[in-house]
Every structure is written in C-alpha cells, then in structure tokens.
C-alpha cells in the first residue's frame, strides 16, 4: 500500500495550495478518505473526509469554506484544495485511507503559509 502526497510548498497569507494524493495497492474507490494536517508543537487533527464515491464531505469548523477535498477514483487520486491560507494552516498535511481495520498513511507534505 502506498499513499504519496505533493503539492506541498511555502505560501504567502491568503494564496493557494492544491495537495493531492496518489494511492496504489489497495482498491481506492472501496475506502473513504480523509485528510489531516500536525502543526508545529500540536496535535495531529482531521481537517476533511470524502466519502468513497464522493458524495458526502465533511470539513472541520477551522477550514470549512476555505479548503475542498476530491477525489477522482479513476485516477485513484485524491486531492485537497486550500484556498484563502492563513498562517495558522502551517502544518504537515496527511492522507488516510481507512476502512474497518485498515488504516493507512502517507508520508506527509508540508505545507508553510508566511510572508
């Protein structure tokens, strides 16, 4: 199984950022997915889930309105599009895939808002 995030990289307060996250060795469209981000000195907490098909979504209060998780499960990709940045998104953000006992982790991509 393999989980490999990209797009991470420094932005300036209020840019953009689009992650994504290709998986293998699992069949991508059978599990929900999710994203979670770990600042610096805090703990890793779950910033956005997609359902399997992508119908349903769910964000966390600190970037709902800001962030839009995806998926294309052709591509056995998933994404995450960060808009409207502010410094406090610093973090290193993670994909998941988990399903009953199954629960895997990319490795990470960092992600740094300053000016």
């Known amino acids: 199984v393999q989980l490999v995030e990209s797009g991470g990289g420094l932005v300036q307060p209020g840019g953009s950022l689009r992650l994504s996250c290709a998986a293998a060795?699992?069949?991508?469209?059978?599990?929900?997915m999710n994203w979670y981000r770990q600042g610096p000195g805090k703990e890793r907490e779950s910033v956005a889930t997609?359902?399997?098909?992508?119908?349903?979504?769910y964000y966390s209060n600190s970037v709902k309105g800001r962030f839009a998780i995806s998926r294309d499960n052709a591509k056995n990709t998933l994404y995450l599009q960060m808009n409207s940045l502010k410094p406090d998104d610093t973090a290193v953000y993670y994909c998941?895939?988990?399903?009953?006992?199954?629960?895997?982790w990319g490795q990470g991509t960092q992600v740094t808002v300053s000016s």
């Open positions: 998941n895939a988990r399903r009953g006992n199954d629960d895997y």
């Open positions: 997609i359902s399997r098909t992508g119908t349903y979504t």
């Open positions: 060795g699992f069949t991508f469209n059978n599990y929900a």
